[in-house]
T-cell receptor, first 114, second 116 residues
Framework: DAKTTQPNSMESNEEEPVHLPCNHSTISGTDYIHWYRQLPSQGPEYVIHGLTSNVNNRMASLAIAEDRKSSTLILHRATLRDAAVYYCILRAPFNAGNNRKLIWGLGTSLAVNP | DTGVSQDPRHKITKRGQNVTFRCDPISEHNRLYWYRQTLGQGPEFLTYFQNEAQLEKSRLLSDRFSAERPKGSFSTLEIQRTEQGDSAMYLC??????????????FGPGTRLTVL
């Protein structure tokens, strides 16, 4: 499985944009890029995913490099509730039985200062 | 609340005892996943069900672990003869067959197991 590299931790100020980087230099042409986050003492929460094009949803934006070897999760205005561990995950096209299992790394712990 | 639920939320047991956890996925989600997470690490995939069929088991799932989803709805994860190394958060996730949402996994709050 292709791996991702993320900074261990990052810090941001409330109401400022946050750019969370992820390197995935061994990504294959069919791997999807997923982002999940995990708030303290909670299960992970889906944030966004993409394949080649940049993606936007109500939570965040995902910017994917042209060569797909890196991506950036963008939180447009950080709030205190965005303090969490953010995981960048590569997912191979589904295996037999539509298995879309996720292979997780260590993630980036984001602190948001008031 | 119509999210994924897990029971119990916390379990403390003595080494050698058997434990069973339950996961109730979002109604009509046909795909169900179990993951295990230890402190400071990301979750690790354990097993996957599509409806009642268990289609993949990780090598992490030793013979002491068994999972079932008998009617394609709730699932159970049993650990026999628990060991201290089994102490972890056990997470359940489900996803829809809906092509629009099929890539999104919805996670429960987890069951935290402590083996003394």
């Amino acid at each position: 499985d292709a791996k991702t590299t993320q900074p261990n931790s990052m810090e941001s100020n409330e109401e400022e944009p946050v750019h969370l980087p992820c390197n995935h230099s061994t990504i294959s042409g069919t791997d999807y890029i997923h982002w999940y986050r995990q708030l303290p003492s909670q299960g992970p929460e889906y944030v966004i995913h993409g394949l080649t094009s940049n993606v936007n949803n109500r939570m965040a934006s995902l910017a994917i490099a042209e060569d797909r070897k890196s991506s950036t999760l963008i939180l447009h205005r950080a709030t205190l509730r965005d303090a969490a561990v953010y995981y960048c995950i590569l997912r191979a096209p589904f295996n037999a039985g539509n298995n879309r299992k996720l292979i997780w790394g260590l993630g980036t712990s984001l602190a948001v200062n008031p | 609340d119509t999210g994924v639920s897990q029971d119990p939320r916390h379990k403390i047991t003595k080494r050698g005892q058997n434990v069973t956890f339950r996961c109730d996925p979002i109604s009509e989600h046909n795909r169900l996943y179990w993951y295990r997470q230890t402190l400071g690490q990301g979750p690790e995939f354990l097993t996957y069900f599509q409806n009642e069929a268990q289609l993949e088991k990780s090598r992490l799932l030793s013979d002491r672990f068994s999972a079932e989803r008998p009617k394609g709805s709730f699932s159970t994860l049993e650990i026999q003869r628990t060991e201290q190394g089994d102490s972890a958060m056990y997470l359940c996730a489900s996803s829809s067959r809906d092509p629009v949402n099929v890539n999104e996994q919805f996670f429960g709050p987890g069951t935290r197991l402590t083996v003394l």
